[in-house]
C-alpha cells in the first residue's frame, strides 16, 4: 500500500500591502486510493493591525494552496481564530475567504473568538480534500456544508448559538436541540452520526457545568450514556460575535456510516472514563475508511484515571503529560505524534506562550499549530491540546473516504 504522510512549511511571497508575512504550515495524508487530506494553518508572525493580519493570512494561505497544486474548490473547513471576534466579525462576515455558500467554492467557516498567541489578531487553520477522480460533490445550506462521498455525507454545521433563549443551560439545551433537529432533516440522528463537537464558552469558569449538566440531559434523552457511547468534544473558551451568547458549538456528522466503522478510544492507563467525573464526552474516536483511520482527538488535559489534576501550577509538565496522554489515545488507533495533521493548543496564560512553544516545537517538529489564549474547563488546567490525525489501514467492505 503506498501512503503519503507530510509535513511541510511554506515561505511566502512578501507582499508591501501586508505589512508582513505569516507563518504557514501544511500537512498531508495521502491513502492508497490517492484520495489525500490536507490541514494548513497560517499565523501572522509579528505585531500589526488587523487589516494587516486579515491580509497576511489570506496571503499565507492562498501561497498554500498555490504550492501544493489545490484550489478553493477543495476546501471543506475554514476556522478563524479572532482576538476581538465583536469588532472583526462583521469585517470577516464580507471577506472571500468567510464566504460560506460561494458555488463550487461552499466551504464550511468557523469563527471563534480566541486570541492567537503572541502578537496575532488573527490565525486560520484550514482542511481540504484532493481527490484524483473529480471535482467535490458539495452543498450549502445555512451554516451546513454538505459534502456527498459515494454513500457516505459529510456535515459539518459551525457557529450554532441561542442567545435569546436565556440562562446558559436554556441555551445550551436550545443549542443542542436545534442541531438535532438539523440533522434529522437530513435523514442523521445525534447517536448514529455525530463524530466531533466544540463548544464554546465566553465565560467558561463560571458557566461549564451548566452546560454539561443541559449536555447529560440532552444526551440521555437522545440514547448517549455511558454504556453506549458518548461524542469526541472539546469544551473550551471561545467568543461569540452574537452578544448574550454563553454557549455555542461547531459539529461534524458522516451520514451513511457502516457497522463498526467508527470506534471509542480509551486509554484506561492514562486516563478514566469521562462519566466517572460527570460529563459526557469520548477521549477520542477514530473513522474507518477503506485505506485508513481518522482519528479525532478531543480535548485532552493533564489528567490521571481518577479525573485528577497532574502537576498543579507546572505549565510544561502538563504539557509533558498531555501528550502523554495524547499518544497512549492514540496508540488505540494504531497512531502515534508523528501521524498527527493538525494541533490546536489552548493555554490558559498567555504568558506561558514562551515556555511551552520551543517545547511543542522540539516535540511535534513542524505539525500545523495554532497555539491560543483560551481557558480550560477546569482552572487547575493550564493547557489543553487537541487535534486530528491519519493512519493507514484496509478495510476493503468499508467506504472510501
Known amino acids: 500500500m503506498m501512503v503519503q504522510a507530510f ?30 487530506e490536507w490541514h494548513i494553518t497560517v499565523v501572522p508572525d509579528a505585531a500589526g493591525s488587523f487589516e494587516e493580519h486579515l491580509a497576511q493570512v489570506a496571503d499565507g494561505y492562498l501561497d498554500a494552496l498555490a504550492a501544493v497544486g489545490l484550489d478553493l474548490s477543495s476546501a471543506v473547513w475554514r476556522r478563524m481564530f479572532c482576538s476581538d471576534i465583536a469588532n472583526q466579525e ?5 471577506h472571500p475567504l468567510c464566504q460560506p455558500a460561494c458555488a463550487n467554492e461552499a466551504c464550511a467557516v468557523s469563527l471563534v473568538g480566541q486570541a492567537p498567541l503572541v502578537a496575532a489578531k488573527l490565525a486560520l487553520w484550514a482542511c481540504h480534500l484532493a481527490d484524483p477522480a473529480g471535482p467535490l460533490e458539495k452543498s450549502h445550506a445555512g451554516t451546513t456544508l454538505g459534502l456527498r462521498r459515494g454513500g457516505l455525507l459529510h456535515q459539518w454545521s459551525t457557529g450554532m448559538a441561542q442567545p435569546a433563549a436565556g440562562s446558559v443551560n436554556q441555551q445550551s439545551h436550545a443549542v443542542l436541540d436545534g442541531y438535532a433537529a438539523r440533522l434529522e432533516a437530513g435523514g442523521l440522528t445525534l447517536a448514529d452520526h455525530c463524530v466531533r463537537t466544540w463548544l464554546f464558552q465566553p465565560y467558561i469558569d463560571l458557566d461549564y457545568q451548566s452546560m454539561v449538566a443541559a449536555r447529560r440531559e440532552f444526551f440521555a434523552r437522545h440514547g448517549l450514556t455511558a454504556a453506549t457511547h458518548f461524542i469526541a468534544s472539546t469544551g473550551i473558551a471561545g467568543g461569540h460575535a452574537l452578544p448574550g451568547t454563553r454557549v455555542f458549538m461547531d459539529a461534524y456528522a458522516i451520514g451513511g456510516l457502516h457497522p463498526g466503522q467508527v470506534n471509542y478510544l480509551t486509554a484506561l492507563d492514562h486516563l478514566g472514563p469521562t462519566s466517572d467525573y460527570g460529563v459526557t464526552f469520548e477521549r477520542a474516536t477514530a473513522v474507518a475508511y477503506q485505506d485508513r483511520r481518522q482519528v479525532f482527538i478531543s480535548g485532552t488535559a493533564s489528567i490521571d484515571p481518577q479525573g485528577d489534576i497532574v502537576h498543579p501550577g507546572d505549565v510544561v509538565r502538563q504539557l509533558d503529560r498531555t501528550l502523554g496522554n495524547i499518544q497512549s489515545l492514540l496508540a488505540a488507533a494504531g497512531a502515534g505524534l508523528a501521524d498527527m495533521l493538525v494541533f490546536l493548543v489552548y493555554l490558559r496564560d498567555p504568558g506561558d506562550h514562551a515556555r511551552v512553544l520551543p517545547v511543542l516545537r522540539e516535540r511535534l517538529g513542524d505539525v500545523p499549530m495554532v497555539v491560543l489564549h483560551a481557558a480550560v474547563c477546569r482552572p487547575g488546567w493550564l493547557i489543553e491540546i487537541e487535534g486530528v490525525a491519519a493512519v493507514a489501514a484496509e478495510h476493503p467492505a468499508l467506504p472510501p473516504f
Open 7 to 36: 509535513v511541510s512549511s511554506v515561505e511566502p511571497r512578501k507582499r508591501a500591502r501586508a505589512g508582513g508575512a505569516a507563518a504557514v504550515k501544511i500537512a498531508h495524508f495521502r491513502g492508497a486510493g490517492g484520495v489525500t
Open 90 to 94: 462583521p469585517v470577516l462576515r464580507s
